[in-house]
Each structure stands twice: as structure tokens, then as C-alpha cells.
């Protein structure tokens, strides 16, 4: 297999000592967290290593690994090189997944609705209001589109997904990018809905009539929700799936470069989902408790070398495995407090 064969290339292997730790603990992204929780749970069954995830949101995932109060945090937006640098941390994706428009409209069927980006933007800035509006009718002729308005449900914690989102909206409207721009918390126009988590979202837009909300895909799947179709940048309404997230990320420059800063939406290709996103871990670059340190990064070895088919039997999309080597090398920079690289790798 490649990874294996390019892990060993990396480095000179020796046997290192089980780690005999506490409970590994880790804090943000709720989008990321069916992911994570089904490693540490396969993970537990096989190493009784106990991995305690908490779905805080990106934001505060960041935060508590910058104060050193988990052992890894979550974000599905990669830190800045200046900020790693600031904060003593290392950021590697895990996963490839999207950000996917959601709504509960009687008698729309999954992928049956049609919008573009900037007008997605309109009806989250509450300038288009109702359904039936001749902007979204438009795009939507074969439908009928009740005379109902729109009820939109967003995120209010600081959120990864709410970044990658409005990276996106801010992309397809001038409007949008001065009026709201982006971030991990926007301030919503007033008549929105707010809500904590993703859970949250996906839960008020399936038990209210008329609803539009933004989940991660693994919760469209996992809940049954009826997606919206996106107008990509070739002009191609598509639908989100593995193979268009997939065809964003071959669009951009994660295969070729060493960093992960760039934003995966709105990339070209005709396939190419939108609103595409990595979701990532960090971790201190410098340990400050060694055994959790090496506990941590294990699990993480472990979840590429062995856990791809739970990924993607929550329909993230794996790491390719020229990535997967590359995020190899990145853990491999753990040291101790004396600058010693930590005694960890396993196969």
C-alpha cells in the first residue's frame, strides 16, 4: 500500500512502549463529530484507549487547544501558518466532506430545488423572503413553489461550518462579502432562526415547515434532509456527493502543496460541489503532557492506516494517500518540551 510504504520512508521505526495514559480528550467541530466519535469508538473496542470528543464548534475547539486545555482540537477551517507559528501548533485535514443548503418544503424531493450562490446569498440576507419570489421561480420552473415565507435557521455558535459557508456566499455577492463577509459567527440579519450545532440545525429545518438551513453532508445523509442542487462555477447545477467533493479537491492546491490554507469552495471543475470543505485536527506542536501527546497521535495513526471505511461509511471522503503521507510527516514534528521528536509511530 502506498502510505505504508511512504510512512516507512519517512522515518527509521522503532518499538515504542504502549502508552498506558489517561483519557484522550478533544474539543470543536460538530460537523466532524459522528467522525471522530465512530474512530474513538472502534478505537476503544480494540486498545481501551478512551478518546472523549466534545461537539463545541469550531471557534472554541481552536481556543481550548491554544490554552492547552484538550489534547486535540477540531476545526473544519485550517489555521493560518502565522497562527500555527504564534501558537506553537501543528493542522492536518482529516476528512473531505460539504457544506450543503437543506430545506422542508411539501412535495420537493431531494436535489429537486435549484439555486445559485448569490441568490442563497438573498434569501440568508433576507432580501428574498418568500419562496415563491421570481428570483429563486427562475430557477425553478418546473416547480411549485408554495406562497410561504422562508423560515431560515443558521448557526449562532462560532462555527466552521458557518465560515466555510459564508467563504462561499461572500465569493458569489459583493453584497454579502460587505454587508456579512466571513467568519465563524456572522451577524444575522434579524427574522433568522439561531441555533447551537449542526444537530440543531438539521433538526429545526426538518421539523419546520418552509426551512432553509446549512449542515454538513454526513448530516443529510444520516437524517434523511432534502438538499438543495448549487450552480458550480462551470455552470453545472450539481448535487453533493463523495465524487463532487472529490472533484473540488482535485481543483485546488492541496495535492501539490504542503499547506491546507486554501479554502475549498467555489472551485472550478464540472463536477465540483460549491460549498466543498476540509475538516482538521490540531494538535500542540510542543507536549506539554508527553503520554497524552503520544496517545493522541496514535489514535490519529491508527484512524488513517485503519479507519477509512468508517469515514466513508459516514460519507466523508478519505484522505488520498499522497495526502495522508503528507499528514504523516506533519505529526511526526510533535516534540517534547526539550525539542526531542516523541517515540510514537506504529503500523
Known amino acids: 500500500m502506498f ?19 489517561g483519557d484522550i480528550a478533544g ?16 478505537y476503544t473496542q480494540r486498545t481501551n484507549v478512551k478518546i472523549a470528543y466534545a461537539p463545541v464548534g469550531s471557534s472554541k475547539g481552536l481556543l481550548q487547544i491554544r490554552q492547552r486545555a484538550v489534547d486535540f482540537g477540531a476545526s473544519d477551517v485550517a489555521l493560518t501558518a502565522a497562527d500555527l507559528k504564534k501558537y506553537r501548533l501543528i493542522n492536518f485535514p482529516s476528512a473531505i466532506s460539504g457544506v450543503v443548503p437543506i430545506v422542508n418544503l411539501a412535495g420537493i424531493k431531494p436535489g429537486a430545488l435549484l439555486l445559485t450562490g448569490s441568490v442563497l446569498a438573498d434569501i440568508f440576507a433576507r432580501k428574498v423572503t418568500r419562496w415563491n419570489a421570481p428570483a429563486i421561480a427562475i430557477l425553478n420552473p418546473g416547480l411549485l413553489l408554495p406562497d410561504a415565507a422562508i423560515v431560515v ?3 449562532q455558535d462560532g462555527s466552521g461550518t458557518t465560515y466555510n459557508f459564508s467563504d462561499y456566499l461572500s465569493k458569489m455577492q459583493t453584497g454579502w462579502r460587505k454587508n456579512f463577509g466571513r467568519g465563524f459567527t456572522i451577524a444575522w440579519p434579524a427574522g433568522v432562526v439561531p441555533v447551537k450545532g449542526s444537530s440543531a ?12 438551513g446549512y449542515v454538513d453532508y454526513n448530516y443529510v445523509v444520516q437524517e434523511k434532509l432534502t438538499y438543495v442542487r448549487l450552480k458550480n462555477r462551470q455552470g453545472n447545477f450539481v448535487a453533493p456527493n463523495a465524487q463532487s467533493f472529490a472533484s473540488a479537491l482535485k481543483n485546488s492546491t492541496w495535492l501539490r502543496w504542503a499547506a491546507f490554507e486554501e479554502m475549498l469552495t467555489d472551485k472550478s471543475g464540472a463536477e465540483s460541489w460549491p460549498i466543498t470543505m476540509g475538516t482538521f485536527i490540531i494538535i500542540a506542536q510542543v507536549a506539554q503532557k508527553p503520554e497524552n501527546a503520544i496517545a493522541t497521535l496514535k489514535f490519529f495513526n491508527w484512524a488513517f492506516m485503519h479507519g477509512d471505511h468508517l469515514a466513508t461509511g459516514l460519507d466523508f471522503v478519505r484522505l ?18 526539550n525539542g526531542k521528536p516523541l517515540h510514537w509511530p506504529e503500523l
Open 320 to 337: 488520498p494517500d499522497t495526502m495522508q503521507a503528507r499528514v504523516y510527516a506533519e505529526m511526526l514534528k510533535v516534540t517534547d518540551q
Open 3 to 21: 502510505l505504508k510504504n511512504a510512512i516507512f520512508a519517512l522515518l527509521f521505526l522503532c518499538a515504542a512502549d504502549r502508552v498506558l495514559a
Open 27 to 42: 474539543a470543536g467541530s460538530s460537523a466532524a463529530k459522528p467522525l471522530y466519535e465512530k474512530w474513538a469508538e472502534v
Open 153 to 155: 435557521v443558521v448557526r
Open 201 to 212: 440545525v438539521a433538526a429545526g429545518v426538518k421539523q419546520t415547515d418552509n426551512a432553509i
